[in-house]
């Protein structure tokens, strides 16, 4: 049981580059999310999916798409990477996204865009 | 918007009893509240979560008061790897509009 396993740990762009985050989940949870995080800023939602084939923007979903084409797959798309991009990528999968949300989160993709 | 607000940082030493206390005024009625850590590079980790009352797990204990505009993590007998940041977070997705949010989260340092 792997749990919220992300795909690659570290990545380095160019300025333009395209690229996609993978999340993969094995515990059969319906909603998925991805984070960045930033010194002093916390984690920050970008987009979340409450089930396969859906996706919702989060609190900054700017420069990102998502898809969630199967339950346990969700992927972090850039289409034209920028600098201000350059963060630590999270991915969480909880059950339910209600009022008990517990999630469990992956070990993080660490991107920089030079 | 519920936002939360916590102490940037704490310090505390081997053995002592650590308490974070975490502001959420705009709490809404059907917000639990939930607390995670995290280690450096790694993703954050679920600690506890409580409604109302008083939780307690081998971990951790959650006090929220009756108003529920505030909540205390208490950490028995803290060791040097409990060393890390602390996140409060209360979550409804909807009502929220898609704005779960963190913050800054607690770094506790605990010093031997």
């Known amino acids: 049981n792997a749990g919220v396993t992300q795909t690659p740990k570290f990545r380095v762009l160019k300025t333009g580059q395209s690229m996609t985050l993978l999340c993969a989940q094995d515990?059969?949870?319906?909603?998925m999310y991805w984070y960045r995080q930033d010194p002093g800023m916390g984690l920050r939602l970008i987009h979340y999916?409450?089930?396969?084939?859906?996706?919702a923007k989060g609190e900054v979903p700017d420069g990102y798409n998502v898809s969630r084409l199967k339950k346990q797959n969700f992927l972090l798309g850039l289409e034209s990477a920028a600098p201000s991009q350059t963060s630590v990528y999270f991915c969480?999968?909880?059950?339910?996204?209600?009022?008990?949300?517990?999630?469990?989160f992956g070990a993080g993709t660490r991107l920089s865009v030079l | 918007l519920a936002k939360t607000t916590q102490p940037i940082s704490m310090d505390s030493y081997e053995g002592q009893e650590v308490n974070i206390t975490c502001s959420h005024n705009?709490?809404?009625?059907?917000?639990?509240i939930t607390w995670y850590q995290q280690f450096p590079s790694q993703g954050p980790r679920f600690i506890i979560q409580?409604?109302?009352t008083k939780v307690t797990n081998e971990v951790a204990s959650l006090f929220i008061p009756a108003d529920r505009k505030s909540s205390t993590l208490s950490l028995p007998r803290v060791s040097l790897s409990d060393t890390a940041v602390y996140y409060c977070?209360?979550?409804?997705?909807?009502?929220?509009?898609?704005?779960?949010?963190f913050g800054q989260g607690t770094e506790l340092s605990v010093k031997p």
């Open positions: 705009n709490i809404a009625t059907n917000d639990y």
């Open positions: 515990m059969n949870h319906e909603y």
């Open positions: 409580g409604y109302k």
């Open positions: 999916s409450v089930g396969e084939g859906t996706t």
């Open positions: 977070l209360t979550t409804f997705l909807y009502n929220q509009g898609g704005k779960l949010i």
């Open positions: 969480a999968s909880s059950y339910s996204g209600g009022d008990s949300n517990i999630q469990y």
